[in-house]
């Protein structure tokens, strides 16, 4: 579904250097960036939810109800459905910058109840620690510089060391196992 703006460029405001200074003794007095996690916005997704499934299939999606827990995370809300809640299944673009070749769309799940979420800089939400990554920095020109398969509860340490790189301007977070699209860090 092309309708949904693409998260690569898609009006936020743009990542500022900023770093905090640390004095933990583990890693001396040294500048670590910081990061912020940003979910899709709910608006281009909103439409969807009052079609019914005759019209959502004829646009490629589904309405799906989750069965088990953490089954199906949200990008908009950053948090899994509960078990019984219903959900949009949707393809959706998430890399757009047409001068890459890391152009990227792939399926996502957008709960009905879902609210925007806005993690405090430096969080990661429980939906993207508790799971496997598949992690993807790219540089302005839309460009992947590194990628890596990261447990969700150390992907802060990893986010800090890629961030401190001033090429990396962006990175995605994608589930490990099915390489689904989950949500995107910049500095904060």
């Known amino acids: 579904m092309r ?4 998260l690569w460029g898609c009006g936020r405001p743009d990542a500022t250097s900023e770093s905090r200074q640390t004095d933990d003794p583990g890693r001396g007095n040294v500048a670590v960036m910081t ?10 997704f909103e439409p969807l939810l009052a079609l019914d499934d005759a019209a ?7 309405r799906m109800i989750a069965d088990a827990p953490h089954s199906a995370p949200c990008r ?16 959706h673009r998430h890399l ?4 890459s ?3 990227s769309e792939g399926p996502i799940f957008v709960r009905e109840a879902a609210a925007e979420a806005l993690p405090a800089p430096g969080e990661v ?12 920095a790219y540089d302005a020109g839309g460009m992947m510089t590194d990628a890596d398969v990261v447990e969700g509860r150390d992907l ?20 490990a196992r099915r390489g689904c699209y989950l949500a995107a860090a910049e500095r904060a």
């Open 3 to 6: 309708s949904c703006p693409p």
């Open 96 to 99: 757009d910058d047409p001068s």
């Open 125 to 136: 939400p429980d939906m993207i620690g508790r799971r496997l990554l598949s992690v993807r």
């Open 156 to 175: 802060a340490g990893r986010l800090e060391r890629w961030f401190a790189d001033d090429a990396v301007v962006r990175i995605h977070l994608h589930t």
């Open 56 to 62: 959502l299939l004829a646009l490629g999606a589904r």
């Open 76 to 91: 908009v809300s950053l948090a899994d459905a509960e078990p019984g809640e219903a959900l949009i299944l949707l393809n």
């Open 35 to 44: 990061f912020r996690i940003t979910a899709l916005p709910l608006a281009p």
């Open 101 to 103: 070749p890391y152009r």
